[in-house]
């Protein structure tokens, strides 16, 4: 007769081991599940951006939104994960909630343009906060270090941050300008000579990175203030131009941040005119670019319309 076996014996000595470690370590196995999540996530982000409808890719946003925010509650120290959900939040706000924004206000419904205004800003805002917790990962007084003069702020970024922060880093950069680009309160642009000081931080690890991003920043600043108040047009076109080389100009969104931006404050009307048709015009830049593109052009059809109220000649 053979002597009885408990189940328990059955169980291969590693992963026993394994099981008691997590317990005594208390071990989270949701956490794992959602840290195997945010690597699948990561690797699906090029369907976002090749697919070929607008309108539902907007309408889909919202709940992919709620479901990240939930994943990364149970996992908030995931960088790859909390990038993840800065990107949803930065995408949404920009290519729809904005979009709504224009359109009421260019129909001259002020109170819901306002009410659309309002929504990205708090995106924005989160998207801000979530990414500099991403950044807290590499020094945990970022925000104070920050929120010293640029010449601080530029020589900590050189000494504090190597290229493993550029994406968290690129991603605050976005986020905070955009936050406070939308924001009423007239205090939160003070914080534009830190960002600025980031774009060329990640202009120096990387020019080209995530489409030369960072240039349109540098550009955009410059373009934004008249010549007659220390704007720098000529710097400003420079930014925009080496955007453009290193992209392609396949990235429709930077021809139309140049004629919004630059075009519009040095009164270029031909140039604004060339941008716009450009998108209006080219045929299908690609996977990588499809649905950047489609917000590109909705934003060109409604500039287009607006070329005489722009234009003083």
Known sequence: MQPCVS????I????????????????NLDRVAV???????????????SYFDWESAGQASPAGIIQLEGLHLLSPDNEQLTLSLVKTYMAYAYGWVMDAYEVAKQSGDYELAEHHRMRAFNMYSRARDLALRAVSHYDADVRQRLA?????????????????ALPSLFWLMMAWTSAANNSLNAEDMSDMASLLAIADWVVSQDPGYEDASALVILGGYEASLPKAVGGQ???????????LKLTGRRNHIMLVNYATLFATTTQNRELYLSLLREILEAPDQGSKYRMTNKVARRRAVRALARTDELFYE
Do not use: H, I, M, W
């Open 148 to 164: 010293q003069d640029q010449p601080a702020v530029r020589a900590y970024l050189k000494e504090a941050f190597d290229e493993d």
């Open 12 to 27: 291969p000595s590693c992963l026993l081991s394994a099981v008691v470690c997590c317990l005594l370590s208390s071990c």
């Open 7 to 10: 189940r328990s014996t059955l």
């Open 35 to 49: 840290n195997a999540t945010a690597g699948l996530l990561a690797q699906a982000e090029p369907v976002a951006r």
């Open 233 to 243: 047009p000529e710097k400003a076109k420079a930014y925009f131009e080496r955007a």
